[in-house]
């Protein structure tokens, strides 16, 4: 079963703007990590942020996590028309190694 | 570092054949995962090894499937007598002891028809 939710669920913006996407979750965890899929294919890995982390910069990338409400957020600033994809959060629950993925947001970009 | 490569990258298969997958992670890479990813869907965990033993596996993971990594080096997942249910992406992922990132492969796409 899913981990948490995902918002939006599809996400259709301007090249240029900026893209929030949000994820919570419902049990304590160790780590969160964002990843983004092209159609049809595998994950790549973006950004993982720590339980006592709040933000992590990378890039145009920006997450933000709030361990009290268990969510993050996902901010791709700038988009580009290559940053279309579906966006998943995983989260990785204490002593554990799997991660457990949201059901992810489409987001796509218009030139 | 070549990443994980999977293999076929697609099945056809009808029900109630066997099918095996094969997973080779990124070389240095000690844990393996299986996971699943229906249409819409992000993955589900399937199963989990730590070089040769396997540590972890899904209650998705029914007496049909079996998973081995022979050497704690590749992988496969077999299912046997399959079924139309079985029909998804079938992902394989790695990483290393001192990181929690996992890297992906492309997938392996059955069809059960």
């Known amino acids: 079963s899913q981990q948490g939710e995902e918002d939006p669920q599809a996400l259709s913006i301007q090249e240029g703007e900026n893209a929030t996407m949000n994820c919570s979750y419902k049990t304590s965890i160790n780590n969160l990590q964002w990843y983004r899929q092209n159609s049809g294919r595998g994950l790549v890995h973006l950004i993982l942020i720590r339980s006592n982390e709040r933000e992590k910069h990378s890039g145009r990338l920006r997450v933000t996590l709030d361990t009290s409400k268990k969510s993050s957020s996902l901010l791709i600033t700038a988009s580009r028309a290559a940053d279309t994809a579906s966006y998943f959060c995983?989260?990785?629950?204490?002593?554990?190694?799997?991660?457990?993925f949201g059901q992810g947001t489409r987001l796509t970009i218009n030139p | 570092d070549t990443g994980v490569s999977q293999n076929p990258r697609h099945k056809i298969t009808k029900r109630g054949q066997n099918v095996t997958f094969r997973c080779d992670p990124i070389?240095?890479?000690?844990?393996l995962y299986w996971y699943r990813q229906t249409l819409g869907q992000g993955p589900e965990f399937l199963t989990y090894?730590?070089?040769?033993?396997?540590?972890?596996k899904s209650r998705l993971l029914s007496d049909r499937f079996s998973a081995e990594r022979p050497k704690g080096s590749f992988s496969t997942l077999e299912i046997q007598r399959t079924e139309q249910g079985d029909s998804a992406m079938y992902l394989c992922?790695?990483?290393?002891?001192?990181?929690?990132?996992?890297?992906f492969g492309p997938g392996t796409r059955l069809t059960v028809t």
């Open positions: 070389s240095e890479h000690n844990r």
């Open positions: 992922a790695s990483s290393s002891y001192r990181g929690y990132e996992q890297y």
């Open positions: 995983a989260t990785a629950i204490q002593g554990a190694q799997k991660l457990v």
């Open positions: 090894f730590q070089n040769e033993a396997q540590l972890e």
